[in-house]
């Protein structure tokens, strides 16, 4: 009787294993195609970038592109000077970066090492709400607020400016840093901190020398996520900054950036495929190599210090 109902069982659990392979084949290629389309789609605008770059320095020079000191690419005596533009970006993220990594530097080790629990449910959801208010809100808070205050110590500044732009980007990119921070300094494993302290090591001790270290390779994620957020931030920028084409890396001038020109001449009013609509494929490329630049930075020093700690 036993033999005569082995087989159907068999098949069953046969035909059972057969429907969860097919099952596990589907959400793997799922999945597969999941990537394929971020490949793809990145493959596409490194593409659209370069078939428009490539067009616009058939007819402008890559030296004068370089070495040019004035932007002007919409006048009739046009010139093509791209760190016109390069000067304003940087200035206005490396203001934004010298508040952001501090600050998300801080309250990550705090929130990691000292903040009891309650406070930390309360505060990283809190920081992660002001990552979700739209730029244009920071905007217009850096020119009717932050520009304003600053005017009361620094009587003589213009009311666009690119220190105002850089600080209130350094606000708003803090809960970036601090959030991936503190996971990465939480995912140190406590066996390192009860070796701290058992030589003998304070609670900030052993958050400075033996949490951060060890955390470094996400803290550098972090920074480098912040960085890309500086350096692609658009609204902030074309609001408070001014958006004059100026070769300046002066915080108290006003200056364009590359993202705000692209905002700029996107609107419209140029013909498609003249000149001055292909700068920004010309500066959208150059935005694109700074950021692969500062994202390869952060690779190579995520795997440095993986292999060190």
Same mark, same amino acid.
């Given at each position: 009787?036993?033999?005569? =109902?082995?087989?159907?069982?068999?098949?069953?659990?046969?035909?059972?294993?057969?429907?969860?392979?097919?099952?596990?084949?589907?959400?793997?290629?799922?999945?597969?195609?999941?990537?394929?389309?971020?490949?793809?789609?990145?493959?596409?605008?490194?593409?659209?970038?370069?078939?428009?770059?490539?067009?616009?320095?058939?007819?402008?020079?890559?030296?004068?592109?370089?070495?040019?000191?004035?932007?002007?690419?919409?006048?009739?005596?046009?010139?093509?000077?791209?760190?016109?533009?390069?000067?304003?970006?940087?200035?206005?993220?490396?203001?934004?970066?010298?508040?952001?990594?501090?600050?998300?530097?801080?309250?990550?080790?705090?929130?990691?090492?000292?903040?009891?629990?309650?406070?930390?449910?309360?505060?990283?959801?809190?920081?992660?709400?002001?990552?979700?208010?739209?730029?244009?809100?920071?905007?217009?808070?850096?020119?009717?607020?932050?520009?304003?205050?600053?005017?009361?110590?620094?009587?003589?500044?213009?009311?666009?400016?690119?220190?105002?732009?850089?600080?209130?980007?350094?606000?708003?990119?803090?809960?970036?840093?601090?959030?991936?921070?503190?996971?990465?300094?939480?995912?140190?494993?406590?066996?390192?901190?009860?070796?701290?302290?058992?030589?003998?090591?304070?609670?900030?001790?052993?958050?400075?020398?033996?949490?951060?270290?060890?955390?470094?390779?996400?803290?550098?994620?972090?920074?480098?996520?912040?960085?890309?957020?500086?350096?692609?931030?658009?609204?902030?920028?074309?609001?408070?900054?001014?958006? =004059?084409?100026?070769?300046?890396?002066?915080?108290?001038? =006003?200056?364009?950036?590359?993202?705000?020109?692209?905002?700029?001449?996107?609107?419209?009013?140029?013909?498609?495929?003249?000149?001055?609509? =292909?700068?920004?494929?010309?500066?959208?490329?150059?935005?694109?190599?700074?950021?692969?630049?500062?994202?390869?930075?952060?690779?190579?020093?995520?795997?440095?210090?993986?292999?060190?700690?």
């Amino acid at each position: 009787m036993a033999d005569a =109902q082995a087989p159907p069982v068999i098949a069953g659990r046969l035909a059972h294993r057969r429907s969860r392979h097919l099952r596990e084949r589907f959400i793997e290629a799922l999945l597969l195609a999941a990537a394929l389309v971020a490949v793809a789609t990145t493959l596409g605008i490194v593409f659209i970038l370069l078939k428009e770059s490539l067009s616009f320095f058939s007819q402008v020079s890559i030296v004068d592109f370089f070495t040019d000191s004035q932007w002007t690419p919409l006048f009739s005596d046009a010139h093509f000077g791209i760190w016109v533009l390069l000067s304003g970006t940087l200035t206005s993220s490396a203001i934004a970066l010298s508040l952001a990594i501090p600050l998300g530097t801080v309250l990550a080790i705090y929130l990691s090492e000292f903040a009891s629990p309650r406070v930390r449910e309360v505060a990283k959801p809190t920081l992660e709400l002001l990552a979700g208010i739209p730029t244009i809100v920071f905007g217009y808070f850096a020119l009717f607020f932050v520009t304003p205050m600053l005017k009361t110590f620094i009587p003589g500044l213009p009311g666009f400016n690119l220190l105002s732009a850089g600080l209130v980007m350094g606000v708003m990119i803090v809960p970036y840093i601090s959030s991936i921070s503190e996971d990465a300094m939480r995912a140190v494993p406590m066996s390192l901190r009860e070796g701290a302290f058992a030589m003998g090591a304070t609670r900030l001790q052993t958050a400075l020398t033996v949490v951060v270290p060890a955390a470094f390779s996400g803290l550098a994620a972090a920074y480098i996520l912040g960085i890309s957020r500086a350096v692609g931030e658009t609204m902030i920028v074309a609001v408070a900054a001014g958006n =004059q084409p100026n070769l300046t890396f002066n915080p108290m001038d =006003q200056a364009a950036t590359i993202t705000a020109y692209i905002v700029q001449v996107a609107k419209g009013d140029l013909p498609h495929g003249s000149v001055g609509y =292909q700068t920004i494929f010309a500066a959208g490329l150059t935005l694109f190599v700074l950021t692969l630049c500062f994202n390869l930075l952060g690779y190579w020093l995520r795997r440095r210090y993986r292999e060190v700690y």
